[in-house]
């Protein structure tokens, strides 16, 4: 039988959480804006906060604080290696965050692109997976088309988005999982058929990685990115790229800067202490499988397996309770999957609108009581556009594994209190 998260167990998470212990207008604060950050454990801050107090140092140094940052940084590299399932730390690329690493490999990626040539991008995607490469094809005279979406379920037209793959496509961007939707998207088929065409695939996995495992090897793709703030960590980006094209591509950087990978890719100075953070993120989930296999020896990659397995069947019990209780909201529409049948498509982020308030009405309703939630378009214009809901939006329920079913039944009645 899989592990599963007690309710005890998921108190011992809870409790490794400082920011849950918050409250606002006298009621505790519930946590549900995870899908634009979610909330760091402590020993996130005590990583950072020991990286500064001992061996706050630049990178190359030939002394003893410099060395120690050095060996911080790599051991970052190697945390995140395993996070997504890579062979190899010196394919992780870290910087600001996954929207900055994406428009500067945008820019080294277009290089090899030539006039007649076309990319693929979704209207499912945050816009980070969609301007970036809109800008460089534009500036590289490439044609940009869009894969469509299935308004009914917010879910991404496969069919229509195989259609625009031809010979001349060179590059298919497309999100692991929506961040508006929460739709998950079937990047494994994706990518095969993509290189029966010699195209690159290039995931957004920053939404899909508080819910599910990574596994690059297993979707196929050539790049994919995260950011370590979607997963109880600090405001750092990801990529993993293969060894072969980070060594071939041309970076961006400034001239005297290392040309092997992967401080190739990494501009400028990197935030040191936020890279000890990521690593510390990672060792969070990885010791959440340990103590559910009940075994302290596990390497990190296998113990993220089993933590993974068990935040999904956990997450989904909370979708479930959630989807059920909106369901019996007069006039409410959810923006997405609600079949409960299919909770296996989708990670537990939900987008409502009501036609009695508008979106940021309803987030602020929420915000006084105590129930933090985000309103708009969370950057994935090309959907709320499809669906023509700007520029209100809509109002995102985010669930991660720190939430629990009261917390949702605590949600549902202030919803019912709000719109009826």
């Known amino acids: ?71 911080f940084t790599e051991q970052a590299h190697r945390a995140l290696a395993d996070f997504v399932g890579a062979d190899d730390w010196k394919e992780i690329v870290f910087g600001a965050n996954m929207t900055s690493l994406t428009f500067a490999f945008s820019r080294a990626i277009a290089q090899t692109w030539s006039e ?75 990518t095969s058929y993509a290189k029966q065409f010699n195209a690159q695939v290039f995931i957004d996995a920053v939404h899909y990685a508080p819910h599910r495992l990574i596994d690059v090897h297993e979707i196929g793709c050539d790049f994919l990115a995260c950011s370590t703030y979607k997963f109880y960590g600090p405001h750092i980006g990801v990529l993993w790229a293969k060894s ?19 401080e190739k890719w990494m501009t400028g100075t990197q935030n040191f202490a936020s890279l000890c953070g990521s690593r510390a993120a990672v060792d969070y989930l990885a ?16 113990a993220l397996q089993i933590a993974y397995e068990a935040i999904t069947i956990y997450e989904d019990q909370l979708c479930l309770r959630l989807l059920d209780g909106l369901a019996a909201i007069e006039d409410l529409k959810v923006h997405g999957i609600t079949d409960i049948n299919q909770l296996e498509d989708r990670v537990p982020t939900i987008s409502i609108t009501h036609p009695k308030l508008s979106a940021s009405q309803i987030a602020f309703e929420l915000g006084e009581r105590g129930i933090f939630v985000w309103d708009g378009n969370y950057y994935a214009l090309e959907l709320t556009e499809q669906l023509n809901l700007e520029p209100e939006g809509m109002v995102r329920l985010g669930l991660v594994h720190y939430n629990t079913l009261e917390e949702v039944d605590r949600l549902l009645d202030a919803l019912q209190e709000i719109l009826t």
Request: aromatic share 4%; net charge negative.
């Open 244 to 262: 072969e094209i980070l060594e071939d591509l041309e970076a961006y950087k400034v001239r005297p800067s290392a040309t092997v990978i992967p």
């Open 287 to 302: 010791d959440l499988g340990r103590t559910l296999a009940n075994d302290g020896s596990l390497q990190r990659r296998q």
């Open 1 to 71: 039988m899989a592990p599963h998260l007690t309710p005890d167990l998921i108190q011992e998470c809870r409790n490794q959480f400082p920011a849950l212990s918050r409250e606002h207008n006298g009621q505790p604060a519930v946590f549900l804006d995870g899908p634009a950050g979610t909330q760091v454990t402590q020993s996130v801050i005590d990583a950072i906060s020991h990286y500064y107090c001992t061996c706050n140092a630049n990178h190359g140094g030939q002394f003893a604080t410099s060395r120690e940052s050095d060996a």
């Open 116 to 190: 007649g040539d076309n990319i693929v991008v979704t209207r499912l995607d945050h816009d980070a997976n969609v301007s970036t490469w809109a800008l460089a094809a534009r500036d590289h005279g490439v044609e940009v088309r869009y894969a469509e979406i299935h308004k009914g379920d917010c879910t991404l037209d496969v069919t229509d988005l195989k259609s625009k793959i031809d010979q001349r496509t060179r590059l298919v961007a497309v999100g692991l999982a929506s961040n508006s939707s929460g739709s998950i998207n079937p990047v494994q088929e994706i």
